[in-house]
């Protein structure tokens, strides 16, 4: 089983921006569609942006485009958010998941298997 771990959470201030890690244990870290969610207190989990195994493929929320970019590199089995002039709305818990299901990103977090234990992203007005 893989595991998770975010990092790179922390208290902003609106307009700054934030870069995000998720690192990933085990094998065959190549083989997974990685994405990106978030949930706000009080709210529902969101989608924010999925990326496909070699990266070619990328996918994002229409309220991050343009501000927020995902990456990754294989052989450091960690995946990357850009977060540029983050929002107080933006306020939340950031996750980021894995699956071998799909072949492309995927908003729907009923299609992603395992999760990391989550990074808190504080953004101040």
């Known amino acids: 089983q893989v595991q998770l771990v975010e990092s790179g959470g922390g208290l902003v201030q609106a307009g700054d921006s934030l870069r995000l890690s998720c690192q990933a244990s085990g094998r065959f870290f190549s083989s997974y569609v990685v994405g990106w969610f978030r949930r706000a207190p009080g709210k529902d989990r969101e989608f924010v942006a999925a990326?496909?195994?070699?990266?070619?493929?990328?996918s994002y929320a229409d309220s991050v485009k343009g501000r927020f970019s995902i990456s990754r590199n294989n052989a450091k089995s960690t995946v990357y958010l850009q977060m540029n002039s983050l929002k107080p709305e933006e306020t939340a818990v950031y996750y980021c998941?894995?699956?071998?299901?799909?072949?492309?990103?995927?908003?729907?977090?009923?299609?992603?298997?395992?999760w990391g234990q989550g990074t808190q992203v504080t953004v101040s007005s």
């Open positions: 998941a894995i699956t071998a299901r799909l072949w492309r990103p995927d908003p729907d977090p009923s299609k992603y298997d395992d």
């Open positions: 990326i496909s195994q070699s990266g070619g493929m990328t």
